[in-house]
């Protein structure tokens, strides 16, 4: 939400965003045009050991987030679904089996390295015939209006420079029914886990990230980065401000992580 | 309601069970193969809480979230559909449990699973303990498990990898390393958590900066 209103003392948007021609990279503050460039330095970087960090990292519960995010987009065989920032293409390989060889799946990824890890993934798992892979931004989806029956996006919003852009995006190619799902990190619900949760993600996943991968400070941006990012009902209400209807979020582990769902009417 | 990581996890260990038998079973999966499409909502009581279980053509999905329609609904308790599960011949009067929608659906179904080698007393009282003791639980509490749990996950996970996923295998040294790093998380985490258990119930101590 822009600040558009004449009330608010605050020059941060609703996302937090600064006003002055600068964006966050996790904590530190960079020029808008150099932070795509800075994720890609981390997503490029992380890419060969993305999915063994990931499962070391949630204790495989991101599995579980994402096996919820699966059912909620009630996806039907035939139908057409974009999974964005799909990196190594855990969603997708789900969508693939349920829409079937009349459906269609589009893995996209602004990351070359990201994009390669998932599509030897899904050859090496069989999935390909329905899948089509797109190296694309977020920010400017190169599909005619009113596309797909489901857009999903999971722990990739947070990278995005221009959120609002991207949503309205993702709401242009939508057809009318059809719905968006963005997976992504929160707010813990309760002060006691949002320190836990603090503890473990500045400490331990930047030395996490040191042992397994060799790359601590790609681990801390993303602790970094999840903290920066909006929280459930700064979510919910760009999303309605990008146009979608019937918003929703369910907290998944105590908030850590939250899905949004909206329709486009 | 309890929160939908656990639901999930809970579905994930039922439909693993289900196909795990399907595979060495080829006549079911071809049976199943025939119910493709049907969707039977099992409604528990006491845990509250509804799965799912749609046949696909060689497996089950089990979700705990669905939109569309559902075939045949059942409603119980967990023990009334333990037995109506394992029963010889699906009888419904007295089994205390309600059907709503089609019974030829349930009694196919019913066959394909009953003759299945799943312990299944097993798996639901893990399944649905596990639920139990978390509904209503603080978050927290589901954390701490989760925390504590950590590392017996973190090895089955790395032995998973390391014998299916991954071709480069992490040097001994390098694991042994990183399953200590993991010990001192708990510590820490612990001691943590009896530091802000402490401050809770005592007076603030003064500080002198
Ligand atoms: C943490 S990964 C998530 C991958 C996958 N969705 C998952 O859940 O495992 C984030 C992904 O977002 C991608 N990404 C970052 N900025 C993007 C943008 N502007 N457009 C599309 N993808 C982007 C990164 O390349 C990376 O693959």
């Known amino acids: ?265 | 309601m309890a929160d939908p990581t656990l639901l999930s996890a809970a579905c994930a260990a039922l439909e693993t069970a289900i196909n795990g038998a399907l595979r060495y079973d080829p006549g079911s999966r071809y049976a199943l193969a025939r119910l493709a499409g049907k969707v039977l909502a099992v409604e528990l009581t006491q845990p509250s809480l509804t799965l799912y279980l749609e046949p696909q053509s060689d497996r089950i999905r089990v979700a705990g979230h669905f939109e569309g329609e559902v075939t045949t609904r059942l409603r119980g308790s967990p023990p009334a559909m333990l037995s109506l599960l394992r029963s010889d011949r699906l009888n419904l009067a007295g089994s205390g449990v309600e059907v709503f929608g089609s019974t030829g659906t349930l009694e196919q179904l019913q066959q394909i699973i009953r003759n299945l080698e799943i312990d299944w007393e097993q798996a639901l009282t893990e399944m649905t303990g596990d639920l139990a003791g978390h509904q209503g639980a603080e978050a927290l509490r589901g954390v701490g498990n989760w925390l504590s749990g950590r590392q017996q996950t973190f090895e089955r996970l790395l032995g998973e990898y390391l014998t299916e996923e991954l071709s480069t295998t992490p040097a001994r040294a390098e694991l042994e390393h990183f399953y200590r790093e993991v010990d001192e998380l708990r510590l820490a985490a612990d001691r943590l958590e009896a530091r802000l258990a402490k401050n809770n119930s005592a007076p603030a101590p003064r500080d002198n900066d």
């Open chain 1, 1 to 265: 939400m822009p600040d558009h209103n004449s009330r608010s003392t605050d020059h941060s948007s609703a996302t937090g965003e600064p006003q002055d021609g600068t964006t966050h990279f996790g904590f530190q503050r960079v020029k808008k045009e150099e932070k795509a460039s800075k994720v890609a330095g981390v997503f490029h970087s992380v890419a060969a050991r993305y999915d063994v960090m990931n499962d070391l990292m949630s204790g495989g519960i991101h599995r579980l987030w994402k096996r919820f995010t699966v059912e909620v987009a009630a996806v039907r065989p035939g139908q057409k679904v974009l999974d964005i920032a799909g990196g190594t293409g855990d969603l997708s390989i789900a969508f693939s089996r349920l829409v079937g060889a009349e459906g269609q799946v589009v893995l996209a990824d602004i990351n070359e390295s990201m994009l390669r890890v998932g599509r030897d993934k899904l050859i090496d798992q069989g999935v390909v015939s329905n899948v089509q892979f797109l190296q694309t931004d977020a920010q400017a989806l190169p599909f005619a209006d009113n596309s797909f029956d489901c857009i999903t996006i999971a722990f990739g919003l947070r990278n995005v420079t221009d959120k609002d852009r991207a949503l309205a995006s993702m709401h242009r190619i939508l057809k009318p029914g059809g719905r968006l799902l963005v997976l992504e990190f929160s707010k813990p619900r309760s002060n006691l886990l949002s320190r836990l949760y603090d503890t473990y993600s500045f400490s331990v996943l930047p030395r996490m990230g040191q042992l397994v991968a060799n790359d601590a400070d790609s681990y801390r941006y993303l602790a970094e980065s999840i903290r920066m990012h909006p929280d459930q009902d700064t979510l919910l209400a760009m999303m309605e401000e990008a146009g979608f209807s019937g918003c929703e979020y369910f907290n998944l582990t105590g908030g850590i992580v939250a899905l949004h769902k909206g329709i486009k009417s």
